[in-house]
């Protein structure tokens, strides 16, 4: 096993346990015919089921990852909880004063 393949399967790991699997789940989609029992009918009966994919709402931002600012394609859940650390946006040609 080469160095780079372990170095390469290292940050997707780490990538992985910081912003998770993006990939699409996938699940069905039901279509129903028919009156609920409890609404005086005789019952919901499936006319077709589908596969389908639970897409994550993902969004292209800039991330600063170990001190450098890239971009990625983060989930908005992510985001919205706070696990995403975004870079410090400042105005061009200004220095930042830190003390």
Do not use: H
């Not at 399967?9 to 039901?30: E, T």
């Not at 969004?59 to 650390?85: A, F, H, M, S, Y």
Request: aromatic share 6%; charged share 35%.
């Amino acid at each position: 096993m080469s160095t780079l393949k372990k170095n390469k399967r290292l940050k997707r790991a780490k990538q992985l346990a910081k912003y998770g699997d993006n990939k699409p789940a996938f699940g069905n989609s039901i279509e129903y015919r028919g009156k609920a029992k409890y609404l005086g009918g005789n019952g919901r009966k499936p006319t077709g089921i589908s596969r389908r994919l639970f897409k994550k709402n993902l969004q292209k931002i800039r991330v600063l990852e170990d001190g450098k600012v890239v971009r990625r394609r983060v989930p908005v859940r992510l985001l919205r909880t706070g696990l995403i650390e975004k870079p410090i946006v400042r105005k061009p040609f200004t220095i930042d004063e830190t003390t």
